[in-house]
Nanobody, 115 residues
C-alpha cells in the first residue's frame, strides 16, 4: 500500500523544539524528492523544506537556520527537526513525495506553538 504517515506533532511552547517523522511505504523511497509543507488556518499550503535522494536540501526563508530536514533511506523515513519554534509556525504539517509526475501526500500532523 502506497502511503505517507506523519507523526510527531503536538503542542510546544515558543522557543521549544519538535521532531516530525514521515514513514513511507509502497514506493521506491530513495528515488523520491521528499518534502515538508505546512498550512495554517486561512492560509495556503506552503513549502517548508525538501530533500533529494542524495541529500540536497532546500528551505523556505522563514525556517532557515531553525528547521532541518533529513532522511534515512534504509528506513524509508524523512524527518523535520524544528527548533526555536514560534507561534507563527503553528500549522498542519504535511509530508510530500515527488518523482517525475507522481506526487504523494500524507494526512498531516498538527503542530501548535503556544504558551
Amino acid at each position: 500500500q502506497v502511503q505517507l504517515v506523519e507523526s510527531g506533532g503536538g503542542l510546544v511552547q515558543p522557543g521549544g523544539s519538535r521532531r516530525l517523522s514521515c514513514a513511507a511505504s509502497g514506493i521506491a523511497f530513495s528515488a523520491y524528492v521528499m518534502g515538508w509543507y505546512r498550512q495554517a488556518p486561512g492560509r495556503q499550503r506552503e513549502l517548508v523544506a525538501t530533500i533529494t535522494g542524495t541529500g540536497d536540501t532546500n528551505y523556505a526563508d522563514s525556517v532557515k537556520g531553525r528547521f532541518t530536514i533529513s532522511r534515512d533511506n534504509s528506513k524509508n523515513v524523512v524527518y523535520l527537526q524544528m527548533i526555536s519554534l514560534k507561534p507563527e509556525d503553528t500549522a498542519v504539517y504535511y509530508c510530500n513525495a515527488v518523482l517525475l509526475r507522481a506526487t504523494l501526500w500524507g494526512q498531516g500532523t498538527q503542530v501548535t506553538v503556544s504558551s
